[in-house]
């Protein structure tokens, strides 16, 4: 088994969701997790703030706000699973529940040396 | 209503609905009613970060604590950016934001959230607001709906939906609505405004046909809970209040055995009364009885006597309708509406006196009107005349009542009757 880390670029719903679809949408990610980790191959995986601090420059790092605001795509958190092949690991990340709201998942295979 | 918790990240049902309600409750009463958008943004940023975090860590022990501690947290954070405390001395700042924070924790404690809710219900149903604009007002802020599930609910569009909760919260800005439990001389007036718009609420989920099942039931049962909120405390604690959640309690037993499984309506002759829901009724009984002290009679111990009367009979054989009529007689002396007399009419017939049912019929205000857009009259008419022998006019209003009906299973019901007059007539 490989390790393979899914990165979750966040999706955005045009208007604002209700207490009932975030609701609906909470239980479908609990339902992802918990059948990753009763299957046994869900390693970690955290949440991440939207805000954050780009530090960048060649001769003298320079902080700014970031990380991306000019991207929709925020990174919102992210996961560790195992699986045996890339392909295995993105027929996994097809149960990832954001989809309908334009969220998209970044599948990649974890470098062993 | 609840199912119990399955597994420990299993959301009890409508959890965020209700605790939206929760701290939209509490938060105009920090932030005060025309700040209403500010408690809505706090709770969405509450929500929001249970979405974040939940899913990677598990539901907490107590999942409403946890939702009421961040918004509680963050309102303590939106006040203390408004005030000016580091002006003065650090001294001051510091007791001064002690007391604030104290202030604030108060506001949380379980028997001011209870009296919160009522507030923002009183607020809701304010009188001067329109009806339809209540009722919309009270499923967004005080049940949690969102504006298409309202729509859905109650067979509209979303922009129509959208315009009553605008004008509604522009009313309650222009003329700063208060957040109170009204009292004296003006409380009686004010809960029979709360009383209507509950009644309205529950109607539209248990009379509509044209929405779907599942979110007319959330209708029902959201009604239900606001009536027993009121009832639980003291300024709701009343015949009334008691005697609407009893009526409502007899017609959702029976919520489920009115359909097939194909949607078919099935008339109350025709269910099947092993499938009412005998916890519902049992409940209804018990607060009849809490509803007959005081002298009132209002017109929802009136309509619930009705309900009872179905709900505690064996069979439809055995309905005892001399009783009936004298509960629809007593009716008619607080509700003359075209609906009480269309049923009184029905217990006419069951009476044995179908012609003297149609007759009565003929004499309900605009009942040309009503027969050109209401299915119900031409049905139940159609009905009669059928009852009569009369196969013209019994196929004549059933035909009628045809296109008048937007629902598949009310219309397979009227062709069966009419494909019935059809092959009594060739016979």
């Not at chain 2, 007959?292 to 017109?299: I, Q």
């Not at chain 2, 006419?348 to 605009?366: F, N, R």
Request: proline share 4%.
């Amino acid at each position: 088994m490989k390790s393979f880390m899914f990165i979750f670029h966040n999706g955005q719903s045009p208007t604002p969701p209700t207490p009932e679809q975030m609701q609906a949408n909470m239980q479908q990610w609990m339902g992802w997790m918990d059948d990753l980790k009763a299957k046994n191959i869900y390693v970690s995986g955290e949440a991440l703030h939207a805000g954050g601090k780009l530090v960048k420059g060649a001769k003298k790092p320079l902080v700014t706000d970031g990380p991306f605001a000019e991207s929709k795509e925020i990174v919102g958190g992210y996961f560790v699973i195992k699986a045996a092949s890339i392909d295995e690991a993105a027929e996994i990340a097809k149960g990832y529940p954001d989809f309908g709201i334009n969220g998209a998942v970044e599948v990649r295979e974890v470098m062993v040396f | 209503m609840q199912q119990p918790n399955a597994s420990p990240n299993q959301l009890v049902d409508h959890l965020f609905r209700h605790e939206s309600g929760k701290m939209i409750a509490v938060l105009t009463r920090i932030f005060g009613m025309h700040n209403l958008g500010m408690a809505e943004d706090v709770v969405q940023e509450a929500f929001l970060k249970a979405m974040q975090s939940w899913p990677f860590h598990g539901v907490p022990d107590n999942p409403s604590g946890w939702l009421m501690q961040t918004a509680r947290n963050r309102a303590i954070d939106i006040i203390r950016r408004q005030q000016h405390f580091r002006q003065y001395s650090s001294e001051l700042a510091q007791q001064l934001q002690e007391e604030t924070e104290i202030a604030i924790g108060q506001f949380f404690l379980d028997h001011e959230i209870a009296d919160s809710q009522l507030q923002l219900v009183f607020a809701c149903c304010h009188p001067s607001l329109k009806e339809e604009d209540q009722v919309a007002l009270t499923l967004k802020t005080v049940s949690g709906f969102g504006a298409g599930e309202i729509a859905r609910a109650l067979v509209t569009n979303e922009a129509v939906i959208q315009k009553r909760l605008y004008r509604a919260r522009q009313f309650i800005k222009e003329d700063k609505v208060q957040l109170q439990i009204p009292s004296g001389p003006q409380l009686p007036e004010r809960l029979e405004t709360v009383y209507t718009v509950l009644y309205l609420l529950f109607n539209e989920g248990y009379n509509s046909s044209k929405s779907d099942e599942l979110i007319r039931w959330d209708l029902c049962a959201e009604a239900m809970r606001l009536c027993l909120l009121l009832s639980e405390h003291k300024v709701g604690e009343q015949p009334s209040t008691f005697a609407l959640l009893s009526l409502m309690c007899f017609h959702a037993s029976r919520f489920g055995s009115r359909e097939n499984e194909d949607h078919s309506i099935i008339l109350l002759q025709h269910q099947d009364r092993r499938k009412w829901d005998q916890q519902l009724i049992g409940k209804g009984y018990q607060y009849l009885t809490l509803s007959s002290r005081g002298d009132h009679l209002s017109v929802y111990h009136i309509e619930s006597a009705i309900a009872a009367e179905h709900c505690l009979c064996e069979s439809f054989e055995k309905t005892n309708w001399e009783r009936l009529l004298g509960l629809y007689d007593l009716l008619l002396q607080q509700k003359q509406t075209p609906t009480v007399h269309l049923n009184r009419a029905i217990v006419l017939a069951h009476i044995g006196a179908p012609l003297k049912a149609i007759e009565e019929i003929w004499e309900i205000d605009d009942i040309d009107l009503l027969l050109e857009s209401q299915y119900i009259y031409n049905a139940v008419l159609g009905d009669l005349y059928n009852r009569l022998g009369d196969n013209m006019n019994a196929a004549k209003y059933l035909q009628h009542a045809l296109p008048l009906t937007g629902s598949h299973a009310e219309q397979r019901l009227i062709l069966e009757k009419i494909e019935a007059i059809k092959h009594a007539c060739s016979n």
